[in-house]
Nanobody, 127 residues
Framework: QLRLVESGGGLVQPGGSLRLSCAASGLTLEYYAIGWFRQAPGKEREGVSCISNAGGVTNNVDSVKGRFTISRDNAKNTVYLQMDNLKPEDTAVYYC????????????????????WGRGTQVTVSS
């Protein structure tokens, strides 16, 4: 059964850190581009970070550059999102998605098929 499961979310104070995990079953993540997306209440879903399949080239949006780092552990079939110096505006449900995408990984959620999305994990940044 194909499944992506996010974990690692929680409540953290501003300036704190969290590491999100995206674990897969039924697919081998190293062959896929992986994107991390988030959706805050009342806002559209947005891409924040992604990693390509071949070469593992990463791409972060400007709002998280220098604070978020995406990485893979192929042996564990897991992709991580290390989030440092968190801000209240980072509060959202975070989702991972996989796509068979050549070239640079996209932040466009429509490029990732619906069946390759996890259910999300809540991140709340608040004092």
């Amino acid at each position: 059964q194909l499944r992506l499961v996010e974990s690692g979310g929680g409540l953290v104070q501003p300036g704190g850190s969290l590491r999100l995990s995206c674990a897969a079953s039924g697919l081998t993540l190293e062959y896929y581009a992986i994107g991390w997306f988030r959706q805050a209440p009342g806002k559209e879903r947005e891409g924040v970070s992604c990693i390509s399949n071949a070469g593992g080239v990463t791409n972060n949006v400007d709002s998280v550059k220098g604070r978020f780092t995406i990485s893979r552990d192929n042996a564990k079939n897991t992709v991580y999102l290390q989030m440092d110096n968190l801000k209240p505006e980072d509060t959202a449900v975070y989702y991972c998605a996989a796509g068979v995408i050549s070239g640079p990984c996209p932040h466009d959620s429509s490029r990732y098929p619906s069946r390759y999305w996890g259910r999300g994990t809540q991140v709340t940044v608040s004092s």
